[in-house]
């Protein structure tokens, strides 16, 4: 069964230092990654995904199949980074059927 | 365009009783994914529907039932609650396997 991790339930960092959320995963097939953000009193919402290989609000994340991890980066954080951050696993079951398998969520909190 | 929206925004009920909740998708999408995230925890998957007919479901038991209705709006249907199913019920639309929308989700309190 897939599985996704993320050790850290609260992560304080002062702004201008940089961030790294952690994300290890669990899973037989070829994985795809996803980071979700949720900022307060907002809903739900993408922040990146593994295959695009893009960098959104400064954060970037590169897949290591070899430590099956999926950390996110940002090398100066800002204030409107405090957020809740949760690491999503995506799997296709076949005949259209898929998921996200979410870890438990980070909280990053960025001190002034 | 408009995004997913959910209702109805909390809900109070007790122990045993039954509870519908609603989701109307993003337009022009065609699956709608459900998800229940308790407190301090990550969204769990609970099932997904797909041209009304439900194509993927979680480790949830058969209590837990849905709809998709021809404009692909649906409705997430909670039986004989139990205390262990307050939680935030998340809904989320997509146009085949692409990003998940995510609406603000349905908070359910079981007493």
């Known amino acids: 069964a897939q599985r996704v991790t993320q050790p850290e339930k609260l992560l304080s960092v002062f702004k201008g230092a940089p961030v790294e959320l952690k994300c290890n995963y669990s899973y037989s097939g070829s994985p795809e990654l996803f980071w979700y953000v949720q900022y307060s009193r907002q809903r739900l919402q993408l922040l990146l995904r593994?295959?695009s290989r893009e960098s959104i609000k400064g954060f970037t994340a590169d897949l290591n199949k070899g430590e099956t991890s999926f950390h996110l980066k940002k090398p100066f954080a800002q204030e409107e980074d405090s957020a809740m951050y949760y690491c999503?696993?995506?799997?296709?079951?076949?005949?259209?059927?898929?998921?996200?398998?979410f870890g438990k969520g980070t909280k990053l909190s960025v001190i002034p | 365009e408009t995004g997913v929206t959910q209702s109805p925004t909390h809900l109070i009920k007790t122990r045993g009783q039954q509870v519908t909740l609603r989701c109307s998708s993003q337009s022009g999408h065609n699956t709608v994914s459900w998800y229940q995230q308790a407190l301090g925890q990550g969204p769990q998957f609970i099932f997904q529907?797909?041209?009304?007919?439900?194509?993927g479901r979680g480790n949830f038991p058969p209590r837990f039932s849905g709809l998709q209705f021809p404009n692909y709006s649906s409705e997430l249907n909670v039986n004989a609650l139990e205390l262990d199913d307050s939680a935030l019920y998340l809904c989320?639309?997509?146009?085949?396997?692409?990003?998940?929308?995510f609406g603000p989700g349905t908070r359910l309190t079981v007493t």
């Open positions: 529907y797909y041209r009304e007919e439900e194509n």
């Open positions: 593994h295959i």
């Open positions: 989320a639309s997509s146009l085949d396997q692409t990003e998940q929308y």
């Open positions: 999503a696993l995506f799997k296709y079951s076949g005949a259209g059927s898929y998921q996200l398998t």
